[in-house]
């Protein structure tokens, strides 16, 4: 599992550096955002984004009409209403239509992402949903279309971080994930930079 505690500042395209990620009381943002994720779709959506690097627009679309679904996650299957991982890390395959760049390339789910998405699922089955390969990885709280959308994705997310205490604005999330995949490349000690899921993303 990524580890949230060690984090950077670090400057975006914008110019505008992202401080230290921590609250007043020396806690991670990550943490104290998952914790005020009441919402388990809220709570999906962040640690997509901060463990596994996904941007927003691949999560949920403008229109909710595609995004990722349960087939996109080959590692997880679902049986007499549970859902197991059969390892973890596990794997994300992000298709070449929700790919920014255009082609498909995968990321991998943490341990605690696993258990997330677990609860989240779980939670729609006990609901009576019925979850097939093709069925929304996240659903729109009003199902007027089958997918989530990009803005709505944001605004949880958004919103989330508003109750920890921050105003940083939700790529912040990606940005967490950036950073800990240069640490690590940093700590192997390679002379030359290894490719990440976000070069292709």
Known sequence: MLNLTVLTSRTTKSSRATPHFKNTEGHPVWVVTYQKCVDHSARVASVLMAHSGLRISTIGNYLGNDRLTV?????MRIENNQVIFEKTPAMVVVRSCLSKAGHQYFTFLSEEECEYLKDYLEERLRT????????????????????????NVGDMIRKAIRKSGFKWRPYVLRACFDTQLILAESKRAHHKRLPTVLDGA
């Open 71 to 75: 087939g996109d996650f080959p590692e």
């Open 128 to 151: 009576g949903e019925e979850l097939t390969s093709k069925s929304p990885m996240i659903t729109p709280k009003v199902r007027m279309k089958p997918f989530i959308k990009a803005t």
